[in-house]
């Protein structure tokens, strides 16, 4: 139910002021029956305009009572004479028009803005509901991608890539799964600079094999490259940002055989 389109339609102030047909009425109350959010926003209208209502009355001079009295005769009714008029054998309908008052029109407006907030309300909770939502669906994508990615690891075999002559201390990791899929963990290099970005390479019958680039700004620092089969080693060099053909050998930083 979109408690929206009720408060547009008017149906509530309609059926609050009694104004509604019986259909529309009928209608309004099996909704009430099943929906919490119309039969609140129902009762809360009925109770802004009886608290308006009480506010506003106004108790009539004492004088005024008095007046009526004294116009009305509640003596024996006295005996008609004259000629006796006989009464209409049809009957006359008198369309009379029902004017709403001002005060009713002003506490409809009033009630109006009370359920626009009401509704206002209602989207806020459903759209933080959704974004809750949203980033459940998202952080469970992660868990089981990761679920995946240890899986996949403990199926692996891991190759240590270390340091060469003019980078020492430097550390990464290779996982080779049977499959033939490869996941590289750098562990310890330097941030690359600038338009430069660091490849991965497998050795393959004496020759180097691009393994693909390794991507900083992921959140992950496993990552899975390309995939291969026979290597005999892998290695790590600093190339121009997307990669060289052939590695630049001069900046080699870590290898590792298998």
């Given at each position: 139910?979109d ?12 059926y609050?002021l ?14 009430i029956?099943?929906?919490p959010?119309?039969k ?13 209502a009480?506010?506003?009355?106004i ?14 005769d509640?003596?024996?009714?006295k ?8 009464l ?5 309908e008198?369309?009379?028009?029902y ?6 029109k ?25 974004q809750i939502?949203?980033?459940n669906?998202?952080?469970?994508t992660?868990?089981t ?8 690891m ?7 890539l ?8 430097m ?42 680039m390794?991507?900083?700004?992921k ?6 490259m ?9 290695a ?5 940002e ?17």
């Amino acid at each position: 139910m979109d408690i929206k389109n009720y408060i547009s339609s008017g149906v509530i102030e309609d059926y609050v002021l009694g104004n509604c047909s019986q259909e529309e009425s009928s209608i309004l109350e099996c909704v009430i029956a099943n929906n919490p959010e119309v039969k609140t926003a129902v009762l809360e209208y009925q109770q802004i305009l009886e608290e308006f209502a009480t506010k506003t009355a106004i108790t009539p001079p004492a004088h005024v009572k008095l007046e009526l009295l004294k116009n009305l005769d509640f003596s024996a009714p006295k005996e008609m004479s004259g000629k006796i008029i006989p009464l209409q054998t049809k009957r006359v309908e008198q369309k009379t028009s029902y004017q709403i008052p001002t005060w009713m029109k002003v506490a409809s407006v009033a009630a109006l803005f009370g359920l626009g907030f009401l509704g206002y309300e209602v989207n806020s909770k459903n759209t933080e509901l959704e974004q809750i939502a949203q980033n459940n669906t998202v952080l469970a994508t992660k868990v089981t991608n990761l679920e995946e990615m240890n899986s996949m690891m403990q199926n692996s075999v891991k190759i240590e890539l270390k340091g060469v002559a003019n980078h020492p201390n430097m550390l990464a990791d290779v996982y080779w799964h049977t499959s033939k899929k490869v996941f590289l963990e750098i562990k310890n290099l330097p941030e690359a600079p600038s338009g430069k970005q660091y490849q991965l390479w497998a050795i393959v019958d004496g020759k180097p094999v691009d393994m693909g680039m390794y991507s900083a700004n992921k959140a992950s620092t496993i990552q899975e490259m390309k995939s291969v089969t026979n290597a005999k080693a892998f290695a790590i060099t600093l190339e121009k940002e997307g990669g060289n053909p052939t590695p630049t050998m001069g900046e080699m930083y870590v290898m590792g055989t298998i």
